[in-house]
């Protein structure tokens, strides 16, 4: 479904993304792990448009994404939870979701997706009229994600979704990614929960300063040795 090859990414003069290739087939969840500053957020950047490559390749069903501007690449199914959730705070809940949908014509579609959201997070349903800076962080999180799935996505990237959250919330975000994915979401996951990430994921790659150090199935990735030393604190 993704295929990007060999992006280098620039902020200014600094290359954060030094070479990087990844591929995700559809259905998968695959997921990028590695130090702050390894460059997984910059590529979720690139990928949805909001930086541009000076060098490499972006294929999204075998059609490059190269010079697409962002809203562009939301409108052709990729959708991005970002960092930091990113939610209209003044608005209340349902407008942050209805703002999901921006882009879609077909309202009983969206009516439809609106229960959807409300069924995957009851928490919200509960607080529709209420305000989103008003939320939790959890709760907002589960907004964030609901408001993506709004827009009907092909491709799901989640940037960093249990940042800053509690246990509890954290299990119910994966759940609900587990669950989307079930349902036939694809995903692509950057999370510093390195265990929970490859716990969930199909495949993963390790970055390390703009560059893929490893690839390879989840399950293998979370029993490596180097990666159990650098990411799960292992001695």
């Not at 940037?159 to 759940?175: H, K, N, R, W």
């Amino acid at each position: 479904m993704l295929k990007v090859d060999n992006i280098h990414t620039f902020y200014g003069q600094i290359e954060a993304l030094k070479g990087i290739s990844i591929e995700v087939n559809e259905g998968e969840i695959v997921t990028l792990i590695g130090a702050n500053g390894a460059g997984k957020s910059t590529t979720l950047k690139t990928i949805s448009g909001q930086l541009t490559p000076a060098e490499g390749t972006i294929e999204f069903e075998g059609e490059s994404l190269i010079g697409t501007a962002a809203h562009l690449v939301t409108a052709k199914g990729i959708v991005q939870v970002p960092e930091g959730r990113r939610i209209f705070p003044r608005m209340s809940v349902l407008e942050n979701l209805e703002m999901g949908a921006y882009l879609r014509k077909d309202k009983a579609g969206v009516l439809e997706d609106l229960d959807r959201a409300f069924e995957l997070f009851p928490r919200l349903a509960d607080r529709r009229a209420q305000k989103g800076g008003t939320l939790s962080g959890g709760e907002q999180q589960m907004l964030a994600m609901a408001r993506a799935m709004m827009a009907r996505p092909r491709l799901l990237m989640l940037d960093e979704p249990s940042m800053g959250l509690a246990p509890v919330i954290v299990d119910v975000i994966f759940d609900t990614i587990k669950k989307l994915n079930k349902e036939g979401m694809t995903i692509l996951l950057v999370e510093q929960n390195a265990a929970m990430a490859l716990q969930t994921a199909n495949r993963g790659y390790v970055l390390e300063i703009g560059k893929v150090a490893l690839e390879g199935p989840g399950k293998e990735l979370l029993h490596n040795e180097q990666v159990r030393k650098t990411y799960l604190g292992e001695l």
